[in-house]
């Protein structure tokens, strides 16, 4: 069974910086991408950003580009969330998932990290 860990999030002031990882593990893995998500409270869940695992292309969503920046250690089979310039309005949980092929979707799920941004 592939297990995702979280971790790096926390509270922190508007403007401030946080740093979240991901650690997959276990089972036969697979990794097309990886990705991160979000959700705030009393809304759905959003997508933030997303990297494929061979090439390192990187996706983000329009109110974290130039702000948030995704990478990987594909030897670790970790992936990394830099998060600068952090608004109130990037509080949410944020979950890592694995998309282990090309015509899968999002299969595997963290647990979430709770991120804090006070104004």
């Known amino acids: 069974q592939v297990q995702l860990v979280e971790s790096g999030g926390g509270l922190v002031q508007a403007g401030g910086s946080l740093r979240l990882s991901c650690a997959a593990s276990g089972g036969t893995l697979s990794i097309y991408s990886m990705g991160w998500f979000r959700q705030a409270p009393r809304k759905e869940r959003e997508f933030v950003a997303a990297?494929?695992?061979?090439?390192?292309?990187?996706y983000y969503l329009d109110s974290v580009k130039g702000r948030f920046t995704i990478s990987r250690d594909n030897a670790k089979n970790t992936m990394f969330l830099q998060m600068n310039s952090l608004k109130p309005e990037d509080t949410a949980v944020y979950f890592c998932?694995?998309?282990?092929?090309?015509?899968?979707?999002?299969?595997?799920w963290g647990q979430g990290t709770q991120v804090t941004v006070s104004s």
């Open positions: 998932a694995v998309r282990p092929g090309p015509t899968d979707e999002y299969d595997y």
């Open positions: 990297i494929s695992w061979s090439g390192g292309r990187t």
